[in-house]
Structures are given as C-alpha cells and as structure tokens.
C-alpha cells in the first residue's frame, strides 16, 4: 500500500510563493508518473502537472512559467514549486502516483491566495 502524505499548503498573497511537498511511502523509482492536481470549489478536479517515469512533463497552460514539478528519489518527496501566485490558484492541491498501474492519491491540501 502506497501512502502519500501533503504539505506546504497554506495562506499567501497574490505574487507570493509557496512550495508542496508529497512524501510517499516506498521507492519513487518504480512510479510510472507523479503529479499535481488541484480542484477549486464548484470546479472539477484538474491536472496541474504530471511528470512521467519516461521524464516528459506535462502541465496546465494555465500555470506554465509559474509551477515547477521535481522530486527527490533519496527522500522519496514529490515537489511542486508554485510562483507569481494568483487568486485563480486558489484550490486544494492533491498529490498523484502511479505505480504498477494503480493510481494512489494524497488527502490534500490547501492553498489560498488572498490579499
């Protein structure tokens, strides 16, 4: 069983910036991807970016230039640095791996940008 485990999220200003961290229990090296996904009230649950084991990134128009995927095989830690923060980025922030074809997910946490 795959355990994925949020932090980082929290309350920011317009322009800030915060990192997320996902520990996941066991190796990263056996992932076929990891990823973000956000979903904000009222809206559908969306991708954000999505990094496969084959090293090809994918990610939303919307937070191009301003998010950065990367991870951490040593810590087993999947990262997503968030930039240029904006309100539109308001959203709950859900970790992804897939592994051996089964998808897990993390509990989620929040971000907000508010002045």
């Known amino acids: 069983q795959v355990q994925l485990v949020e932090s980082g999220g929290g309350l920011v200003q317009p322009g800030g910036s915060l990192r997320l961290s996902c520990k996941v229990s066991?190796?990263?090296?056996?992932?076929?991807?990891m990823g973000w996904y956000r979903q904000a009230p009222r809206k559908q649950r969306e991708l954000v970016a999505l990094?496969?084991?084959?090293?090809?990134?994918t990610s939303a128009d919307s937070v191009k230039g301003r998010f950065t995927i990367s991870r951490d095989n040593a810590k087993n830690t999947v990262y997503l640095e968030m930039n240029s923060l904006k309100p539109e980025d308001t959203a709950v922030y859900y970790c992804?791996?897939?592994?051996?074809?089964?998808?897990?997910w993390g509990q989620g946490t929040q971000v907000t940008v508010s002045s």
């Open positions: 066991g190796s990263l090296l056996s992932t076929s991807a």
């Open positions: 992804y791996v897939r592994k051996y074809g089964v998808e897990y």
């Open positions: 990094r496969t084991s084959g090293g090809s990134t």
